[in-house]
């Protein structure tokens, strides 16, 4: 058994269910993602798992042992959310302390766990402030702290950086995956955005209408989304409409190019309509580049975002965008001319709904 696992969880509030059937496994030391838009019932599984939430159906367990009979303050879970949820009374190091004093842990062992914690996040110079008189990002280092000091077996963090500026946003979002690695603690991040999720985690689970949509690493995620919806919430992307002309020799149509992709169609029949995930920096106009399949289509607009052109082609009926790289050699298509797209066939993958 896996040291955190989730079993057809469920949770409904009154006739509305809005966690089906989840189903997880994370290993120790394992820092896993719940990705997905608002609403998806991230929150509610996180809740779940510290125990703020009963589970209306399935089974938590972590290191072996049911969680449902265990109250909040019975399962040694610590928890970082959104609002900085520091004691606007006490200053940092009686912040950092509580956990440790509610736990009954004599005054010497707290000030060296404290000085340890206060260490761990670069902030032994602010002990004594008060949070009013720091940053966002430094409350919100207090509140790790604190969460971190009672030695919890997981560690939970709600969007714990969608309060801060972008900046603090991403410095932070490294910090504490240093930190989680330093110590090696089993952790559940929760955030909608998926540059966050795809740069910190071992995993990602893509939640969509209270269900994993998608478990994976952060390339497979990417590079290989299992739904139209994955393929459309991380990253930007195509989705190409195209017919399956020949499902033995993975053969497809588009507009009226025919294609031969990498992925089996053998789950396919001649005539079926499939939908393609194509990246947009996937694709190049250039000659040289290495691939083995290409489209023709008409330049409908070319965008100048700094190091990359964003350009949209049309092939019969698909609008594509692509990026093309940007330096001084590079002249932008112009709207109308028609261009040949090169990419690999294995970036072009059917995705199901
Ligand atoms: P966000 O990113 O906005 O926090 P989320 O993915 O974390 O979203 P949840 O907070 O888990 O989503 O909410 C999932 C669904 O459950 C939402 O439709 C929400 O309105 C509903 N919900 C959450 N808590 C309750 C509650 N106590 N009573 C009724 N409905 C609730």
């Not at 959104?82 to 006490?90: D, G, I, K, S």
């Not at 966050?196 to 939640?207: C, K, Y």
């Not at 089996?264 to 083995?292: H, Q």
Request: hydrophobic fraction near 40%; include cysteine.
């Amino acid at each position: 058994m896996s040291f955190l696992t989730l079993t057809n969880l469920q949770k409904s509030f009154g006739q509305v269910q809005v966690v089906h059937n989840f189903n997880m496994s994370i290993e120790k030391g394992e820092f896993v993602s719940f990705l997905g838009p608002s609403g998806c019932g991230k929150t509610t599984v996180l809740r779940m798992i510290a125990g703020f939430e009963t589970p209306t159906g399935g089974s938590l367990f972590i290191n072996g042992k049911d969680q449902r009979p265990l109250k909040p303050n019975q399962r040694n879970i610590g928890m970082v959310f959104q609002a900085y949820a520091l004691f606007p009374n006490m200053n940092v190091h009686d912040n950092v302390a509580f956990g440790l004093k509610v736990a009954g842990m004599p005054k010497a062992d707290i000030d060296a766990r404290v000085k340890e914690m206060l260490g761990l996040i670069r902030l032994d110079h602010l002990a004594d402030r008060f949070p009013y008189q720091m940053s966002g990002g430094q409350q919100q280092r207090v509140a790790l702290a604190r969460a971190l000091a009672v030695k919890p077996q997981v560690l939970l963090l709600d969007e714990p950086l969608s309060a801060l500026d972008a900046k603090i946003r991403v410095s932070l979002r490294e910090e504490i995956r240093l930190i989680q690695q330093k110590l090696g603690i089993t952790t559940i991040f929760v955030t909608h955005d998926q540059e966050e999720a795809l740069s910190i985690s071992d995993r990602i689970v893509v939640m969509n209408g209270g269900k994993a949509d998608q478990i994976g690493t952060p390339f497979e995620v990417y590079n290989t989304p299992a739904t139209r919806f994955v393929a459309s919430f991380v990253g930007t992307l195509n989705m190409i409409e195209a017919k399956v002309v020949d499902p033995a020799a993975n053969r497809i149509q588009i507009g009226d190019q025919g294609v031969t992709l990498k992925q089996s169609l053998a789950a396919y029949k001649a005539g079926d309509t499939v939908s393609l995930a194509l990246r947009p920096e996937a694709g190049s106009l250039s000659d040289s580049v290495k691939s083995d399949t290409a489209l023709t289509g008409q330049v409908t607009s070319a965008h100048f975002l700094g190091s990359v052109i964003r350009t949209r082609m049309n092939v019969g009926g698909n609008v594509i965008s692509f990026d093309m790289f940007n330096s001084p050699g590079v002249t932008p298509p112009q709207a109308g001319e028609t261009v040949t797209l090169r990419f690999m066939a294995a970036d072009l993958l059917v995705v199901r709904d």
